[in-house]
Nanobody, 123 residues
Framework: QVQLVESGGGLVQAGDSLRLSCAAS????????LGWFRQAPGKEREFVAA????????NYAESVKGRFTISRDNAKNTVYLQMNSLKPEDTAVYYC????????????????WGQGTQVTVSS
C-alpha cells in the first residue's frame, strides 16, 4: 500500500501562484510515477501532470503547460505542483495519485489516491 497526503491548497486571486505538496509513504519502491489530477464540480476528474519517481520524466496536460511545474524530492518522498498564473478555470479539488506501472494520463491506471486539496481561484 501507498499512502498519499496532499497539502497547500487555498483561495487565491487570478494571476497568483500556489504550490501543492504530496507526501508519500508506505511501499514507495513500488511506485513508477506520481501524478496530479483535478476535479471541478460537475466535471470528470482530469489529468494535470505526472512525473516518474526514479528519473523525473514529466508529462503535462495542454491546459497547464507553461504555467504548472511538477517536481519531486526523493529524499522527502514528496511531489510538488507549482502552479503559476492561476486562472478561475483552475478551480478544483486537486488529487495526488500513484501509478505502479507507467507515466499515464488516465485515472484508471492510478492505483492509490490522496484525499484531495481544494484550490479556488477568484477572478
Amino acid at each position: 500500500q501507498v499512502q498519499l497526503v496532499e497539502s497547500g491548497g487555498g483561495l487565491v486571486q487570478a494571476g497568483d501562484s500556489l504550490r501543492l505538496s504530496c507526501a508519500a509513504s508506505g511501499r514507495i519502491f513500488s511506485v513508477y510515477a506520481l501524478g496530479w489530477f483535478r476535479q471541478a464540480p460537475g466535471k470528470e476528474r482530469e489529468f494535470v501532470a505526472a512525473i516518474t519517481w526514479n528519473n523525473g520524466i514529466t508529462n503535462y496536460a495542454e491546459s497547464v503547460k507553461g504555467r504548472f511545474t511538477i517536481s519531486r524530492d526523493n529524499a522527502k518522498n514528496t511531489v510538488y505542483l507549482q502552479m503559476n498564473s492561476l486562472k478561475p478555470e483552475d478551480t478544483a479539488v486537486y488529487y495526488c495519485a500513484a501509478d505502479r506501472y507507467g507515466l499515464d494520463i488516465e485515472v484508471r491506471f492510478y492505483n492509490y489516491w490522496g484525499q484531495g486539496t481544494q484550490v479556488t481561484v477568484s477572478s
